[in-house]
């Protein structure tokens, strides 16, 4: 392949459908350079080496939904979704270089979107760790205030409950 696919194409074409991420057939055959027929044919030749969670085909609801995103769909009839474990299998049925150097880009953008999930989840959870540590303090701060209060013979602060002062 003369000239490397950038990760940022490539992870446009990776969408979350039935809770995995997947590479439509017409996408893979764009990238390897062949007709979206071609892909599948190869696929259907060795169909053993594409279980349920490498590859499946798009429900009507599915492409009507993904239809939105891409526009080469509306009218198809059957589309195929490949899981990250399937774009490797690929590699071996197409058997080209193309397909080798394209299917080593994929897996980087697989990699790639994995760490910054993984990055992001850590950071929410860190987040949310803060923020109920912050809470915790916030107590503790009101708590002090009201003893420093009480020290000093300050009545208690006033609370306003719906207009009312009590």
Known sequence: MGRTIPGRIIESKIFLIRGQRVILDRDLAVLYGVGTKVLNQAVKRNIERFPHDFM???TREEIMRMS?????LKFSKNVNAFSEQGVA???SVLGSKRAIQ????????FVKLRRILTTQ???IYKLKELESRLEEHDADIHDIFEAIRQLMGIPEARK???GFAH
């Open 56 to 58: 499946f085909s798009l």
């Open 68 to 72: 939105q995103i891409v526009t080469s």
């Open 89 to 91: 299998m690929l590699s």
């Open 102 to 109: 394209v299917n080593i880009a994929i897996m980087r953008a």
């Open 121 to 123: 989840k850590e950071l």
């Open 160 to 162: 306003i409950v719906k």
